[in-house]
C-alpha cells in the first residue's frame, strides 16, 4: 500500500534559522500521486499549507517550499528563516489522483521555533 | 469562521457503550470524510462519503458505522467502544484541491 515517511519526530530550531522537514513517500501501483503538506497549529485544526500534484514542480505557502522530486521519492518542507509563529505540526501526506481527499498521511513533525 | 463543526470537543465513554460523533459543514462539499488519529501516529482515514454512498477501508470497515442524512450532516457511530478506540477524530470535507477539518473531538473510553 501507499506510505509516507516523516523520519523526524520533533525538530527545535532557534528564530530565523532555516528549516528543513524531512518526507519520503512511497504509493504503489501509481507512478504520479499528489502530494501534501498539511500543519496544525496549536488550538487549531489540521490546514493545508501547500500541495503539488505535478511531479518536478514546487510549491509554496507562508515563506514555506516543498519540491515534488519524483527520482529520489521526496516531498521535504524547507523554510528559510522560521519565526516562532510557525510552532505546529507538519504532516506530509500523498492521495491518488482520483480522489484527493483520500490522503496518506506520514506521523507528523512537532516543530519548535526557540525565541 | 469555522466551517467544519465537530461536537463535542472531548467525550468520555464507558467500555462496552455506543458513541456517536457529530460533524456538519457549510460548505456544500460532497464529501464527507473521518480520520482516526491517536498520539504520535499519522490521521488513518476511516471512512468518507460521496453524495449518499458511504465508502469504509477495509480495515475499519466492522468497527464504525455512519450515516450523512443530509449534504451538511454526518456522524460517526461505534456500537460498543472498547479502550481501543480511544483517540482524536477528525471530521473532514473538501473538493478536488483540499480537505478542510474540523478541530477533532477526543474521545476518551474508560
Known amino acids: 500500500g501507499d506510505s509516507v515517511t516523516q523520519t523526524e519526530g520533533q525538530v527545535t530550531v532557534s528564530e530565523s534559522k532555516s528549516l528543513i522537514i524531512n518526507c519520503t513517500y512511497s504509493a504503489t501501483s501509481i507512478a504520479y500521486p499528489n502530494l501534501f503538506w498539511y500543519v496544525r497549529y496549536p488550538g487549531e485544526g489540521l490546514q493545508l499549507l501547500l500541495k503539488v500534484i505535478t511531479a518536478g514542480q514546487k510549491g509554496s505557502s507562508r515563506g514555506f517550499e516543498a519540491t515534488y522530486n519524483k527520482e529520489t521519492t521526496t516531498f521535504h518542507l524547507q523554510k528559510a528563516s522560521v519565526q516562532e509563529s510557525d510552532s505546529a505540526v507538519y504532516y506530509c501526506a500523498l492521495s491518488r489522483w482520483t480522489n484527493t481527499g483520500k490522503l496518506t498521511f506520514g506521523d507528523g513533525t512537532v516543530l519548535t521555533v526557540k525565541p | 469562521d469555522t466551517t467544519v463543526k465537530q461536537n463535542p470537543r472531548y467525550k468520555l465513554a464507558r467500555v462496552g457503550k455506543p458513541v456517536n460523533l457529530i460533524c456538519s459543514q457549510t460548505m456544500n462539499h460532497d464529501t464527507m470524510y473521518w480520520y482516526q488519529k491517536k498520539p504520535n501516529q499519522a490521521p488513518k482515514l476511516l471512512l468518507f462519503?460521496?453524495?449518499?454512498?458511504?465508502?469504509r477501508e477495509a480495515d475499519t470497515f466492522e468497527k464504525f458505522q455512519s450515516s450523512r442524512p443530509n449534504n451538511s450532516f454526518c456522524s460517526l457511530y461505534i456500537g460498543s467502544a472498547g479502550l481501543e478506540y480511544s483517540a482524536m477524530y477528525l471530521c473532514a470535507t473538501g473538493g478536488r484541491e483540499r480537505l478542510f477539518f474540523g478541530h477533532g473531538t477526543k474521545l476518551s473510553v474508560l
Open positions: 462519503y460521496y453524495d449518499k454512498i458511504l465508502n
